[in-house]
């Protein structure tokens, strides 16, 4: 069996052909990515959902003026809550991605950001993009997706209705010249 060459840290910039699917338009952070699958956060789909819902639902007090955008991070899951950090801090269940990427999916964060003691660079979604053993590397066989590895400040400092064209653009790529025809030289 051929050795996966791991995406992790990477950004997959949907392509042209995923239009009507879930993915269209979308920029997901791979968190793992092995010989068992692969685990992402979409990071350009925002949800009308609040922060203040999200602490109501789950009895958190939370300070006035904190209210970060919400993100739909995947079609899986998205009863669960996942943030994406740049500072590590001192979580309950948090993978290490890179040195400033963090994923957290447990309480004591929100609760800290809620009262303005959390991390100060980060992205919050409900849900994740999930693929099987080798379905994502099916898919980039496919064309389905371009990647390119993740920047600190594509991840943290670039706003969400920018990150497509942003992280094509380190591709050196226009979104207009994007097309759905896939080929092979």
Known sequence: MQQLHSLKNHLLIAMPQLEDSWFEGTVTYLC???????????LNKPLKVTLDDICQQLEIERLPGIDPSILAGGPVSMEHGF???RQQGNWDSTLNVEEE?????????????????GPQ??????????WDAQQLDEELKQNSWLTVEATS???????????????????????EFLSSDAGHA
Do not use: C
Not at 101 to 117: E, M, P, V
Not at 123 to 128: E, Q
């Open 32 to 42: 793992e990515h092995n010989d068992e699958g692969a685990m992402g956060l979409v």
């Open 83 to 85: 943030i994406l950090h």
């Open 121 to 130: 660079n980060y992205r919050m979604a409900l849900g994740y993009a999930g």
């Open 153 to 175: 400040e594509l991840l943290f400092d670039t706003d969400a209705k920018d990150l497509y064209r942003s992280a094509l653009k380190q591709l050196g790529i226009s979104p």
């Open 101 to 117: 990427a963090h994923l957290t999916s447990s309480k004591d964060i929100l609760r800290a950001i809620a009262a303005g003691d």
